[in-house]
């Protein structure tokens, strides 16, 4: 069973170093970082790896606001970089058109695997009607508000069967390519896609967890990060326009 692991990135210098270094080292086929049009580092931080496949690379920080990968001994997996029009959906999509992967995983630049990725997305694929999956999710302040929130969104996703992209979303390519890849739409591609992954086949709910940042929640105040993002999600489901929805929508980085 090969993997690929899709990565779309604008402006995300501060937080891909770690993100890719974990994740190149979990014995991935390939890891494809899809850039929308970065200002910053963040070309260059892939490139960096990607130009020196045969080693590991560990986060070394530089500043308080930079980071650099440092190589180290053990093998990676192959790197590549890739350039797409900005939108998360369009930049999945760009990146899943590259793969050849027989999973695809998308993963977001400030969220970090579990360790037992691999195996835990091959033991939930053992079971042919098993069309993908997601990862439980907790923040990197996994306390107070932040401990609560992670576990709220848990429970929900186990409960309506619909995850959202800081979940480290998995698909059987078959399957994405049926059910017609990411809608354009500038928000909402995650909860959209699940909807129709939900109808496709039983969709794993997996009690790993992955590590996300919790920087939208503490730009904005955790309680009214939540009245927004029900705001949206309810909005969303009564017919609102993603298009529209999207003026609302602050993608804090």
Known sequence: MK???????????????????????????ELIVVDGGSHDRTREIVQAVASAPAISHQPLAISHQRSVLSPQSSALSPVSLLTAPPGRARQMNAGAAASRGDVLLFLHADTQLPLDARSAIEAALQDP?????????????????????????????????IATGDQAMFVRRPVFERLGWFADIPIMEDVE????????????????????????????????????????????????SPHTLRHKYNDER
């Open 3 to 29: 993997i690929s692991v899709i990565i779309p990135t604008l402006n995300e210098e501060r937080m891909l170093p770690i993100t890719l270094s974990k994740a190149a080292g979990l014995g991935f086929e």
């Open 129 to 161: 009607s098993c069309v993908g999956g997601r990862f439980d999710v907790r923040f990197e302040r996994d306390s107070g508000l932040g401990w609560l929130i992670s576990r709220m969104i848990n429970i929900r996703s186990r409960r309506t069967g």
């Open 193 to 240: 896609f699940a909807r129709r992954l939900k109808r496709a086949g039983r969709v794993a709910s997996l009690r790993s967890q992955v590590i996300t940042s919790f920087r939208r929640w503490e730009s904005c105040g955790p309680l009214r990060t939540i009245v927004l993002m029900w705001t949206l999600r309810g909005l969303y489901w009564i017919g609102i």
